[in-house]
């Protein structure tokens, strides 16, 4: 059902279009003839546009930041400069807080109290990536166009207040019954209504963005695990959005259909590829590649398993040719293939990260607890049934069995790193660790040779810079904002 519904979401999409005050460009629009006002749409008319431009908001900052923790490189090995992360913004501030705005109010007015907390945790979810992306944001006066066209900017520290105090009103008000009438279904295009996983989503999410604040000092290890023990249940609980084979999923468009017909797309960066290729973590017990590699990439069939080096031409780490390209059929390049936001195999990493922090590790201790370790080992479990492949090999290996004694946090942010692919919470792992070799083996900063940001060479980028269009309509707000690319978000400082 979920599949079928999203030719109809983005359909709606086109049509719901309640202007945002961030952009005069929103404003200097034509209004199809065809375009309902707001008063003539229900509250089930706006979910589903408003989860599917969250999830394509997701994807659409991941096309920088993956090639940022190198997941992939631009075609041939390129490696991005600086991003603007310009179709985030749009997608949040265009279509995403105005109509989540709406819902709320039509929610409020009815009574639908499971409507208003799912609006809060999609505006959680929102506010998260945007504030990780950028530091400060517009979020307390952004949507009051056109009375205030110039929006001023609320701190990072401000948005994760907001985030938190969302997050424990939604799960407040799923913990509580709804009789106003009002039920989620088909405009729910993750969960189809069911509003025990949503209450499990949203102490997931919520200690995913605690995770983000252990660092600083905010919030402790075991705050994480106090919420997280609250979270997802099974692979079931996957926060997920299908397409199918007439609205198709972007990477299959971006990268398999692109590829096919010759015009730019991606490629499989070294990486990726050798945290799972044994290069980087030799395999013990005669197994040649995690299982899950196929599900993401391909090689031609080659005997080896070679990806792109960052920045360079055409270069595998031991100085051949690389091999390696999305997959035909991958787990996110199908035609019908889902994007992911959060899932129950990162709810164990999560609390297999707290638990080893809990525990009194660093970046360089080994050895933990039970707890952790099961919940290691559980995640790799997790993640294996994910992707649909048998893990039992791969389990059983010294290289991934390693036992308690000789944990590391490396052996639990790598297991994260893989199965959290094509995910932008993999940009904030990296900036929470400073970009440390010591927790992600094997990364070294991109090569210049086939990059375009010569300004910050030997500079890990931490941030987007605000997009063109903001900057020209709200200058003096952005101004006062702006940060280089390579300059900390304030959780990282």
């Keep these: 059902m979920m599949k079928k519904f999203i030719k109809e979401t983005i359909i709606l999409t086109l049509l719901t279009l309640v202007f945002t005050g961030c952009s005069d460009e929103?404003?200097?629009?034509?209004?199809?003839?065809?375009?309902?006002?707001?008063?003539q749409l229900r509250m089930q008319d706006l979910m589903a546009p408003v989860i599917h431009s969250t999830m394509e908001g997701q994807r659409s900052a991941?096309?920088?930041?993956?090639?940022?923790?190198?997941?992939?490189?631009?075609?041939?090995?390129?490696?991005?400069?600086?991003?603007?992360?310009?179709?985030l913004w749009t997608q949040i501030y265009l279509y995403v807080l105005p109509n989540i705005k709406a819902i709320k109010e039509k929610a409020d007015a009815n009574g639908a109290s499971h409507y208003g907390a799912v609006a809060d945790i999609l505006t959680a979810v929102n506010l998260g990536i945007a504030t990780d992306t950028w530091d400060n944001i517009p979020y307390s006066e952004a949507t009051e166009g056109p009375t205030n066209n110039f929006p001023g900017f609320d701190t990072q520290e401000q948005i994760y207040t907001e985030i938190f105090s969302l997050l424990d009103g939604a799960?407040?008000?799923?913990?509580?019954?709804?009789n106003s009438g009002f039920t989620l279904g088909r405009d729910d295009l993750i969960y189809g209504g069911d509003i025990g996983k949503w209450l499990r989503a949203a102490y997931t999410i919520k200690a995913r963005y605690q995770l983000h604040?252990?660092?600083?000092?905010?919030?402790?290890?075991d705050d994480v695990l106090s919420t997280i023990a609250n979270g997802f249940e099974s692979v079931d609980d996957d926060f997920e959005m299908y397409y199918d084979d007439k609205n198709i999923n972007p990477y299959y468009s971006a990268e398999i259909l692109a590829r096919n017909t010759g015009n730019p797309h991606n490629d499989i960066a070294s990486q990726l590829v050798s945290s799972m290729n044994g290069d980087y973590f030799p395999f013990q017990s005669g197994i040649d590649i995690d299982p899950r590699l196929p599900r993401f990439a391909e090689n031609g069939g080659?005997?080896?398993?070679k990806g792109y080096v960052s920045g360079k031409i055409n270069e595998a780490p031991d100085g051949s040719t690389p091999n390696t390209g999305f997959a035909v059929g991958g787990y996110y390049t199908s035609i019908d293939s889902p994007l992911m936001l959060i899932s129950y195999a990162e709810a164990l990493f999560i609390k297999a990260e707290a638990?080893?922090?809990?525990?009194?590790?660093?970046?360089?201790?080994?050895?933990?607890?039970?707890?952790?370790?099961?919940?290691?080992?559980?995640?790799?479990?997790?993640?294996?049934?994910?992707?649909?492949?048998?893990?039992?090999?791969?389990?059983?290996?010294?290289?991934?069995n390693v036992g308690e004694t000789n944990l590391k946090l490396e052996h639990i942010m790598?297991?994260?790193?893989?199965?959290?692919?094509?995910?932008?919470?993999?940009?904030?792992?990296?900036?929470?660790?400073?970009?440390?070799?010591?927790?992600?083996?094997?990364?070294t900063i991109r090569f210049e040779e086939a990059s375009d940001d010569n300004e910050y060479f030997g500079q890990w980028f931490r941030r987007a810079e605000y997009p063109s269009t903001e900057?020209?309509?709200n200058e003096a707000n952005v101004l006062a904002n702006a940060q280089p690319p390579v300059a900390p978000v304030w959780w990282d400082q």
């Design 355 to 400: 638990a080893f922090l809990a525990d009194g590790g660093s970046t360089t201790s080994v050895g933990t607890n039970s707890e952790t370790y099961n919940a290691y080992m559980d995640g790799i479990a997790a993640s294996m049934s994910t992707f649909g492949v048998d893990g039992s090999a791969y389990l059983a290996d010294g290289a991934i």
């Design 302 to 305: 080659a005997p080896d398993w």
């Design 471 to 473: 900057v020209n309509r």
């Design 213 to 221: 604040l252990v660092n600083k000092g905010i919030t402790s290890a």
């Design 62 to 87: 991941e096309l920088s930041f993956g090639n940022y923790v190198q997941y992939f490189v631009i075609q041939g090995g390129g490696a991005a400069g600086q991003t603007t992360a310009s179709g």
């Design 26 to 39: 929103y404003f200097d629009v034509n209004t199809p003839s065809n375009t309902a006002t707001l008063d």
């Design 171 to 178: 799960i407040s008000a799923l913990s509580s019954p709804d």
């Design 414 to 443: 790598k297991e994260k790193y893989i199965h959290n692919f094509l995910n932008p919470e993999t940009f904030v792992d990296f900036r929470r660790y400073d970009f440390s070799e010591d927790v992600f083996r094997g990364l």
